[in-house]
């Protein structure tokens, strides 16, 4: 609620106006906003973020629903029919080469249009609504979101129950129980099995809820199915629909596919207008293609669309973005000219990007500017743009020279921005500097909330005054200050980087008393102190708490554990928990399997690595190269060669190539037991799945390593056919090795041939070469070697430098 409050104090009144022009053009202003978020205080929204990511790609097929029993079965038949361009992004050279073009293609629409804004204008309202705090606290709304939290305990009752509910509930009901979820995949898995039920169908409001949710996530498929979903139910899709979709395309990182959405919106006949022009500019600006962003504004001029303040500050941003001030204050001083003159925003975006590089004096030119060409004069949201952006950035000094000049000139600073810069002091270590400043809170009536508090409990915690925090922490009860789950996860995560993570953890078994709830975050910092320690037991049964309160450990996390278990050689606790995770629903991966695989070949039980390979297959997780390499090298190590080979040659089967350490794994093998033709035959069937340039150098160095040079002769024609350095560098180890074993003769018909093929042997090494065949009875051998260098240029003086 804290961020929430800082997001509507700082742009609620600046920007509400500007960009409400229409309800995508907020879309676009969102990432834009120079809203200052002070990250310590905000760890808990911004880990949500953290958290969504790591599983956005599990969402990206239809019909993955809850885990459980029973879940959302997203059965949604008609989305299997769906175009496959979109779903799948070329990779390399070739996507690169016809992105372009493509882009091209894709900005060509807006010139076979000529609009109709009658039609636009109707639209419009269908896409634009809010929803009141009363309906989040409806009842039937409340009993909905406590049912979807249950649902990795889910029965057929309880999706009775649900199914009732759905058919109680008015439309702006569900958009709110849609947005009162806190992972979007879930509201989205709920959205899907609400469309599926018998006697009930979204309204047109809910579609549009559910876009805009989506355009916030990176889950780009689900928004593209939720649009043909409205096309295929007969739900007339407004520029706002599509452009819902393209911001999404555009959070992904996918421009190509973000664009393709304007050539959908050709094809199903639905004219632009200025909001869904404004988020294509906001598309390509935030791919870095700004020409093609301004080559775009003209077309829309082309065709009558004039651009307003939204589409310029898209350009601005854009500009600043690539470093280029002085262009966006050149736009900015065009705009009064092209009949739109700049706004506070348009000020505001350049500022950040000054207050970024801490270009203070540089800052207040541009306020003076404000004043001087738009007649806009400085307010306390200026203000607070310019603290919040300094003090995100570091520049905390800087930030607090703003907020002294604010106050000289009669602006209120409250304890939002200046819990802005106490939070800048806390991460530069300077509790000093942060705790003086509370001090000067209290003076001016402007009482810390829990966000100041929490800044410096965490200010406190960095530097190690882990008593001091506590402290802290007592003095926010006495002052009527309640602490949340953010202040007493800062508190955890002190104790766990100091040693004392069984404190913590105490502290969470005792979380209900002082009515706070810990969260994913919690838990996570709490565990990896304890798996720090080397209590791994405990941080195992943290894990299982954790998944119990529906907390789902992400891969990253559910591998740090399982490689300390390994490490510690407890690796069947690791199997054990590997299991628990995948059973619970968790996002287990092949990396995962694949540590556990490690771990048994670490500990030699191979027969155990082989069976979690097993388990991977029944799992629906299919091992990669490396998986197939882990194992190959660990029988390989045990002499079992035949069944290494066979699983190599498994992988290439299943279209894996083989890796750099898959070939040195097999080399290294092969030649340890002498078993220079099996491994021949095993390199030549890897060879045509996947070509390694080096192979051969590296068999015949293994060989020399192994002592079979006869074998390593034998190779020795497929290398010098590229007569390389690393080939020069392969005779030399071949002729070291015959000199080790005293085979002189062997070691000049080498040389013989790297001068046959103009590679120019070492002349040191020759030297010894031709000292021995002269103590072997050779002389004339050694006289036609030296005689070669004199061939090539080099004169005897030379030779014995």
């Not at 676009?28 to 929204?45: D, I, M, W």
């Not at 909001?275 to 065709?303: D, H, P, W």
Request: net charge neutral; aromatic share 8%; charged share 25%.
């Amino acid at each position: 609620m804290t961020i929430l409050r800082l997001n509507h104090y700082l742009l609620g009144k600046a920007l509400a106006s500007h960009f409400c022009v229409n309800n995508l053009s907020c879309i676009a202003l969102n990432l834009y906003s120079v809203s200052g978020s002070y990250s310590t205080t905000s760890c808990e929204a911004q880990n949500k973020g953290k958290f969504n990511e790591n599983f956005n790609e599990g969402f990206g097929k239809v019909g993955y629903g809850f885990s459980g029993e029973l879940g959302f079965a997203a059965s949604v038949n008609d989305n299997v029919e769906e175009e496959e361009e979109d779903e799948d992004d070329e990779v390399g050279g070739e996507a690169e080469e016809k992105e372009s073009s493509d882009i091209d293609e894709s900005l060509e629409f807006i010139s076979s249009f000529h609009g109709n804004d009658n039609k636009n204008k109707q639209r419009e309202n269908i896409a634009r609504f809010e929803i009141d705090e009363s309906e989040f606290r409806h009842p039937l709304v409340r009993e909905v979101c406590r049912l979807i939290t249950l649902r990795s305990t889910w029965n057929p009752k309880f999706e009775g129950n649900l199914r009732h509910l759905l058919r109680s509930l008015k439309p702006r009901l569900v958009c709110a129980v849609l947005r009162s979820q806190d992972d979007e995949r879930v509201a989205l898995n709920f959205f899907y099995w609400a469309d599926q039920q018998w006697r009930y169908r979204h309204d047109t409001i809910v579609y549009y809820t559910m876009l805009d949710i989506l355009s916030k996530t990176k889950l780009c498929q689900g928004a593209r199915r939720v649009l043909r979903l409205m096309r295929r139910r007969g739900i007339e899709c407004s520029p706002e629909a599509f452009g819902y979709v393209m911001v999404s395309y555009s959070r992904a990182g996918k421009l190509r596919n973000a664009l393709r959405v304007l050539t959908l919106m050709q094809k199903a006949g639905v004219e632009p207008d200025l909001s869904i022009c404004n988020t294509a500019i906001y598309v390509l600006v935030k791919g870095t293609k700004l020409e093609k962003a301004l080559r775009f504004l003209e077309r829309m001029q082309v065709v009558g669309i004039e651009p307003d303040a939204v589409t310029y500050n898209c350009l601005i941003k854009g500009y600043c973005d690539l470093h280029r001030i002085d262009d966006a204050l050149e736009l900015i001083a065009e705009m009064p000219a092209k009949g739109c003159p700049p706004d506070k925003v348009s000020y505001y975006t350049v500022m950040a990007h000054l207050c970024k590089d801490r270009k203070v004096e540089e800052v207040k030119r541009l306020l003076e500017s404000m004043v001087q060409n738009s007649n806009l004069i400085p307010d306390q949201v200026t203000y607070n743009t310019i603290i919040h952006t300094l003090s995100k950035h570091g520049h905390a000094d800087d930030a607090l020279a703003f907020l002294r000049e604010a106050e000289d000139k009669g602006f209120h600073i409250d304890k939002v921005g200046y819990s802005a810069v106490v939070d800048s002091f806390c991460k530069k270590r300077r509790i000093d500097k942060a705790k003086s400043l509370v001090i000067d809170m209290y003076s001016k009536g402007c009482n810390p909330d829990v966000v100041t508090y929490t800044a410096i409990i965490d200010g406190f915690c960095r530097i190690g005054k882990i008593d001091e925090a506590k402290k802290m922490l007592q003095q926010m009860y006495k002052h009527g200050c309640k602490p949340n789950t953010v202040t007493y996860t800062a508190l955890l995560n002190g104790l766990c980087h100091n040693g004392k993570s069984l404190e913590a953890r105490d502290l969470i078994n005792v979380s209900e008393e002082h009515w706070w709830t810990p969260n994913a975050i919690t838990y996570s910092a709490v565990m990896h102190g304890l798996r720090r320690e080397g209590k791994l037991s405990e941080a195992c049964d943290l894990i299982r708490e954790m998944i119990e309160k529906g907390f789902l450990p992400n891969p990253v996390e559910i591998n740090l554990l399982i490689q300390s278990l390994c490490q510690n050689q407890n690796v069947v606790e690791a199997k054990k928990y590997l299991e628990e995770c995948l059973h619970k629903g968790c996002a287990v991966n092949v990396v995962n399997f694949t540590t556990v695989i490690y771990g048994f070949c670490q500990i030699g039980d191979l027969d155990a690595a082989l069976s979690v390979l097993d388990d991977m297959y029944l799992s629906n997780k299919h091992p990669d190269a490396i998986t197939y390499t882990t194992l190959f090298d660990a029988l390989g190590k045990k002499g079992r060669l035949d069944e290494a080979a066979e699983l190599i040659v498994k992988m290439l089967g299943k279209g894996l190539d083989p890796t750099p350490v898959t070939y040195r794994s097999v080399i290294h093998r092969f030649c340890q037991w002498g078993r220079v033709d099996d491994m021949m035959k095993l390199l030549e069937k890897m060879l045509a799945r996947k070509p390694f340039k080096t192979v051969y150098n590296q068999v015949i160095e293994k060989l020399c390593d192994f002592g079979n040079l006869e074998e390593a002769e034998e190779l020795l024609g497929k290398v010098l056919r590229t007569a390389s350095k690393l080939d020069a560098k392969t005779c030399h180890v071949l002729m070291e090795s015959y000199l080790t074993k005293g085979m002189a003769i062997s070691a000049y018909k080498v040389a013989c041939q790297m001068f046959r093929r103009n590679l120019i042997p070492d002349l040191k090494l020759c030297e010894k070469v031709s000292k021995k065949l002269v103590l072997d009875g050779m002389s004339a051998e050694a006289d036609i070697l030296m005689l070669r260098f004199v061939e090539r240029g080099l004169q005897q003086n030379e030779m014995h430098l």
